[in-house]
Structure formats: C-alpha cells, structure tokens
C-alpha cells in the first residue's frame, strides 16, 4: 500500500494561464474524486471519476476538467485561472465496490495564482 | 443531502475522552455518517462511519442516537498529536466520496 501521491507538491501561476494537477491513486482503487479547499474552509467537491468515467461533479465551472487514466491515476485541469482558484487541491480515493472503507486523500497542492 | 452542524471548536485536556457532537436531523435512511480528521497542512484523514449501530475501531467511537438525527465521535484518551479539524458528513455509501465538508470542529488537545 502507497497511499494516494499527488504532484506537484506547490505551485504558482499566473492568472490566465492554466494547471495540471497529477495524482497517484491508491493500489487496488478504483475511485478518485477531487476537492478544492481555500483557507479556513472546509474541503470543496469538485468532481469524481470511476473507472475513466466522471461519476457526479460539484459546483464548479466547466474550466475545471478532469481525467482518469486506465491505471486510475488522475488529473486536474484549470483552465484561465483566477485569482480565487488559489487553494489547496486534494485528491482521495477509494474502492467504489468497498465503500465502507472511506476515502484516502493524498496531502494535497498548494496553489497560489498571482 | 443531510445537514450537519458542528460546533467551531472545542478544547480537551490531554489524556481525557474528546467528545465531538454531529447534529444531522435531517438524515435520510440509507444515509451513512462519516467522519474525517484534518491535521495541519495534511489532507483529511478518514477515522469511522457507522449507519445505526455504534461502532469503534482503533482511532475512535462512534456513537450515533437511536433516531440517528446526532451523532458523537470520541476519542478515548486525547493526545496531542490528536489536535485537529472534525469533519462529520452524511452521505449515501456510494456517494461518499462526492462529500463537500462544513467547517468542521477544531478540537485543541492541551497538556
């Protein structure tokens, strides 16, 4: 068991541009799902992918975009950022079939955009 | 989705039980109760869930009332290392990773 890793660990942008945030899922897991979470607040659901197929998404506009890979890694795309998507991001995964184990989150991207 | 409501913080002696109350009333049947930990700069730690019954495992209890409308997390013998933001959520099992969090309860843990 690896737990879930996610890269980079930090990172600074530009407004305008745009991200990729990449994560290692968890051996045997199937299900990731990705949160954004701004300071002082509780983690934000962005959205979820099972088995390379988005499986139910938040409250959040279509510049954010997601893929998951036949190995189950993941990533996360943000597109024309904005000063308000600096945030931690943090992915954490699961076996869809084994929900009662909870969630394994990775420690996360920092993300700040100037 | 239920509703939880936490209180914004709590403060425990270290060595005492930390009881950490969840009000969710309006739970639906098939809705679980999980709870999560978030220490310092790290990403949200899953501690237990439980449907009706109480449960306990090697971090903490769960006990949830009989008409499953509040909950309360305890943490036997607190520690330091225990200091932490308390996330409850209520979701269906299949949809509990789907969760966004409330604010959560920060429990301080002192010596």
Known sequence: ETGVTQSPTHLIKTRGQQVTLRCSSQSGHNTVSWYQQALGQGPQFIFQYYREEENGRGNFPPRFSGLQFPNYSSELNVNALELDDSALYLCASSDRGAFSYGYTFGSGTRLTVV | DAKTTQPPSMDCAEGRAANL????????GNEYVYWYRQIHSQGPQYIIHGLKNNE??????????????????????????????????????????KSTFGDGTTLTVKP
């Open chain 2, 56 to 97: 306990t495992n090697e971090m903490a209890s769960l006990i949830i009332t009989e008409d499953r409308k509040s909950s309360t997390l305890i943490l036997p013998h607190a520690t330091l290392r225990d200091t932490a933001v308390y996330y409850c959520i209520v979701k269906s099992g299949t949809n509990a990773g």
């Open chain 2, 21 to 28: 109350p969840c009000n969710h009333s309006t739970i639906s």
